[in-house]
Every structure is written in C-alpha cells, then in structure tokens.
C-alpha cells in the first residue's frame, strides 16, 4: 500500500549537482509519512547496496550522512508534499549508481523505490 516513488535522476558532468526527489503516497492516519525515517541508498551493479544518508521521522531534525558525501549531499523532507530530497553538489564519477529511496517505522515497516539512476561523466 506505501509506495515510494523516486525521481530527478539523470546524466550530470563530474563537479555538477542534482537534486533527486521521493514522494511518498499511501500512509494511513495512524502512519503518515512524518512517522517514517527515511533513507537514501546507491547501488552499483554487482555491489553491495550503501546507505549514503539517512533522515529522522517528524521534522527532519536528525541526519546522517555517509564519509564520503557528508560535506557534498543534502537530505531534506518537506512532510506537507511527503517528499524527501537528496540534494547533491560536486559530484564526482563515482557517485553514479542507482539511487534509491527509503521509508522505515519500527511497526508499520519497511518500504523501498524503485530507483533511480544517477550517471556522472564527462
């Protein structure tokens, strides 16, 4: 019934930013979308899925941030559109993957997109 839908992916040259988008659509009353953390994730063929950052249920107050984009990417949540946002800046060649976005509750569950590709190259 929760589906993530991620969008804003695309080809972006090394030192280039983009922004990708998740809404969030099926939440009940008792679990809406400000309940949930929500994560973004990458992935490239053959490897190991990577948590890149992750944000805190309700307004957002609490991030985290993987070593290697902490001073590059932005997570953000705008609960009114049940959107979260990766903002991304300078980015390099091995960012490209497969972005994928995240809802977790500790009761109601676990929800993933369905990804969305992120290719830096010149």
């Known amino acids: 019934q929760v589906q993530l839908v991620e969008s804003g992916g695309g080809l972006v040259q090394p030192g280039g930013s983009l922004t990708l988008s998740c809404i969030g659509s099926?939440?009940?009353?008792?679990?809406?979308?400000?309940?949930?953390?929500i994560s973004w994730y990458r992935q490239i063929p053959g490897k190991v899925r990577e948590l890149v950052a992750g944000i805190s249920s309700g307004r957002g107050s609490s991030t985290t941030y993987r070593d290697s984009v902490k001073d590059r990417f932005t997570i953000s949540r705008d609960n009114a559109k049940n959107t979260v946002y990766l903002q991304m800046n300078g980015l390099r060649s091995e960012d490209t993957a497969v972005y994928y976005c995240?809802?977790?509750?500790?009761?109601?569950?676990?929800?993933w997109g369905q990804g969305t590709q992120v290719t830096v190259s010149s």
């Open positions: 995240k809802a977790n509750h500790g009761t109601a569950g676990t929800y």
């Open positions: 099926g939440f009940t009353f008792s679990n809406t979308f400000d309940n949930y953390a």
